[in-house]
């Protein structure tokens, strides 16, 4: 099986499993703003669930899997799987404790910290109050998290894509769950978010067990910290942790910068930015885990021409998704809050108001799904230094854009500000990447990207043309509106798919093959 065949397979899996999980996540979005609303409670927990989401990218979702799973991977097809299972009962091990003194850490520093990062709620009684305790609440999800991402990193190296990238399903429930039923039976309604999110974490965790179970790896507690591969990861995870730090601060500068801002906000940047990861989280994600594999053995075996045809190969899939993306959350922004958000407290106002918010993190997706693709490619080369720099950068970008929007547009100057860091994040990582190895051929992308062109200009026209068919600020008519919006996705959908494939469009004829190829398996 060639690497794009196995990049594209492993990209269909968690693309479908996190596809599920990022439904349940807007389900659960919904069930928020129609509890809450956006203002005061939704403001404080956003911000308090910034903290363990910030050092859960720190320690698990970026650092951690990016140098691990090389590692692994080098020393399971190198050196056997009882080398490899002895090196993952190492970083267990070593994990359980960092984790645990972090969580331990994070509660008694609660204080300083969220005052640090919310310190425009204080001017608003009681909501910096309720946020530090939000925060401590939360905050040992952090330790369970980190520990479901080294598994996952097992798990994926393994071939295993399916369950991790299901897990943020049972989060997404929990939640949902937690507040239906919780909400009105505590002083602090919104704490049954904070709970809800710890029984999520804790579930997570527990559904990983059957399938490492059923691949015969059993973790176990092992102190040998001074072990050579151990140390090689420690090692390139630190400054991974500088860069992912430094990406995650992008978050916490603008939030910081919102708290300033009139009260609701911090809402509008979350409830926007939740349904900008809805197509990030379904394809872009998934590519990401999927490539740093294939990507991480060709290095191994000092395949750099391979390597650069599967950036291309995973490059050409972000553009042929992300584009149609885009434009499609340009066009519907105000449709999908209108259908899915506007009841209970959230209102028309609020629908405007984060709609504008999606609107300006639209654009970015592009380049959000290039960064993610080529900032793996570093890892495999075992370079974590250059993103870190080129993310510093990006900071300083990010928050001198954001202190001169501000004041103009308020939030909607804020999502613009990280929209235009991420174009100049994904422009100087392919710089510096061809830099490192040399050119990436990339100039092959642009006739796909001529044929994409007139497929999404027909695509917007249908989409727009649909949508005017309904007055969206109009409360109620649920089942009109999601007839009309679903026409609008699925007609525009099937015209830039019909009109790709009618112009060869390599991959998009690539995936019909593939889909082709397992529908008649199937049959079979």
Same mark, same amino acid.
């Given at each position: 099986m060639s690497e794009n065949v196995k990049i594209s397979k492993a990209t269909g899996i968690m693309g479908l499993a996190t596809g599920l999980s990022r439904v349940a996540g807007l389900a659960r979005d919904i069930v928020v703003a129609g509890l809450f609303g956006a203002g005061f409670a939704t403001d404080a927990f956003f911000m308090a669930f910034t903290i363990p989401n910030l050092l859960r990218r720190f320690f698990a979702e970026g650092s951690l899997t990016a140098s691990f799973v090389p590692t692994y991977s080098?020393?399971?097809?190198?050196?056997?799987?009882?080398?490899?299972?002895?090196? $993952?009962?190492? %970083? +267990? #091990?070593? /994990?359980?404790?960092?984790?645990? &003194?972090?969580?331990?850490?994070?509660?008694?520093?609660?204080?300083? *910290?969220? @005052? @640090?990062?919310?310190?425009g709620f204080g001017a608003v009684e009681g909501k910096l109050a309720l946020t530090n305790t939000l925060n401590m609440v939360m905050f040992p999800y952090i330790a369970l998290v980190s520990m479901l991402a080294l598994l996952t990193g097992i798990l994926n190296v393994r071939g295993h894509f399916f369950l991790p990238s299901l897990s943020p399903l049972f989060l997404n429930l929990s939640m949902i769950l937690c507040g239906w039923f919780l909400s009105s039976r505590l002083g602090i309604p919104i704490m049954s978010l904070a709970i809800g999110v710890l029984i999520g974490g804790v579930l997570q965790l527990l559904i990983q067990y059957p399938v490492l179970r059923r691949m015969g790896i059993r973790l176990r507690l092992d102190f040998n910290f001074k072990e050579a591969a151990v140390m090689k990861i420690a090692r390139l995870m630190l400054p991974g942790i500088a860069g992912v730090a430094i990406y995650q601060i992008n978050v916490v500068v603008t939030r910081l910068l919102a708290s300033f801002l009139p009260e609701g906000s911090v809402s509008y940047l979350y409830y926007g930015q939740r349904l900008f990861e809805f197509p990030q989280g379904i394809f872009i994600v998934s590519l990401a885990q999927a490539v740093l594999p294939s990507m991480s053995r060709q290095a191994s075996r000092e395949d750099m021409e391979g390597l650069r045809s599967s950036l291309r190969f995973a490059l050409s899939l972000i553009l042929l998704v992300t584009l149609p993306a885009m434009i499609g959350l340009v066009l519907c922004a105000v449709p999908i809050y209108s259908l899915f958000f506007m009841s209970g407290a959230f209102g028309v106002e609020e629908v405007e108001k984060t709609a504008m918010a999606l609107a300006a993190y639209a654009p970015g997706l592009l380049f959000v799904g290039i960064s993610r693709v080529v900032v793996p490619t570093f890892y495999a080369l075992k370079n974590t230094r250059t993103p870190v720099w080129i993310a510093f950068w990006t900071l300083l970008v990010n928050a001198l854009l954001g202190i001169l929007l501000m004041g103009p547009f308020a939030h909607l100057g804020l999502a613009m500000a990280l929209t235009l860091s991420s174009v100049f994040n994904s422009i100087a990582l392919i710089w510096a990447l061809r830099f490192q190895i040399g050119p990436l051929g990339l100039a092959a992308l642009l006739s796909s990207l001529f044929k /994409?062109?007139?497929?999404? *200009?027909?695509? &917007?026209?249908?989409?727009?043309?649909?949508?005017? /068919?309904?007055? +969206?600020?109009?409360?109620?008519?649920?089942?009109? =509106? @999601?007839?009309?919006? @679903?026409? $609008? *996705?699925?007609?525009?959908?099937?015209?830039? $798919?019909?009109? %790709? +494939?009618?112009? !060869? *469009?390599?991959? &998009? #004829?690539? $995936?019909?093959?593939?889909? !082709?190829? =397992?529908l008649f398996r199937r049959r079979e």
């Open positions: 080098e020393i399971l097809h190198l050196q056997g799987e009882e080398e490899a299972d002895r090196i $993952a009962n190492i %970083c +267990w #091990t070593l /994990l359980l404790l960092t984790m645990a &003194a972090v969580t331990i850490l994070g509660i008694v520093g609660s204080p300083l *910290v969220v @005052g @640090g990062i919310a310190s /994409l062109v007139p497929a999404a *200009v027909l695509m &917007a026209l249908f989409v727009q043309g649909t949508l005017t /068919l309904i007055e +969206w600020d109009l409360e109620g008519h649920k089942f009109l =509106k @999601g007839m009309v919006l @679903g026409s $609008a *996705v699925l007609g525009g959908g099937g015209i830039y $798919a019909l009109v %790709c +494939w009618l112009l !060869r *469009v390599p991959e &998009a #004829t690539e $995936a019909a093959a593939l889909f !082709r190829k =397992k």
